[in-house]
């Protein structure tokens, strides 16, 4: 199984906003250039955590980003689950696409769906603030001061 770059991205972009000094908000430019990614890309996925009210945008010249909750109440789970806009790892598990004729008697879907249901209990057991156990290094390695 494997994440979008989407997915990813915005999960970078939580663990970044909340490296940051306490009152200290995230910039959008900054964020691009510590992880490589195109500044309108980051906006698609800034825009869709602001939806999902994990983070606040302030607008104007001094404004930017910070989590709207605190990082124990941001679930990973959560985030993965919003984030990505399917879970079908195989053919067989869109019914409406599915034309593989041994489907009936395969056990491989059912294999490959308990193995996404025990990833998704993984994931559901962490917060952001786990994720942070190393914010000095993490601050280190993005450059924050």
């Known amino acids: 199984m494997r994440l979008k770059k989407y997915t990813d991205y915005a999960l970078r972009v ?33 825009h869709q955590l602001n939806k999902l009210e994990l983070i606040e945008t302030i607008r104007g010249r001094s404004g930017g980003i910070k989590l709207a909750k605190e990082p124990r109440d941001i679930n990973i789970g959560y985030v993965v689950r919003a984030m990505e806009d399917d879970f079908l790892l195989l053919e067989c598990f869109d019914n409406d696409t599915n034309y593989c004729v041994i489907t009936p008697a395969c056990k491989l879907r059912h294999v490959l769906n308990d193995a996404l249901r025990a990833f998704l209990e993984v994931v559901d057991n962490y917060t952001l603030y786990d994720l942070l156990s190393n914010k000095d290094e993490l601050r280190e390695l993005m450059d924050i001061t």
């Open 14 to 46: 939580l663990i970044y906003t909340s490296s940051l000094p306490e009152g200290e908000l995230a910039r959008k430019k900054e964020i691009s250039d510590v992880f490589h990614i195109s500044e309108n890309h980051l906006g698609k996925i800034i």
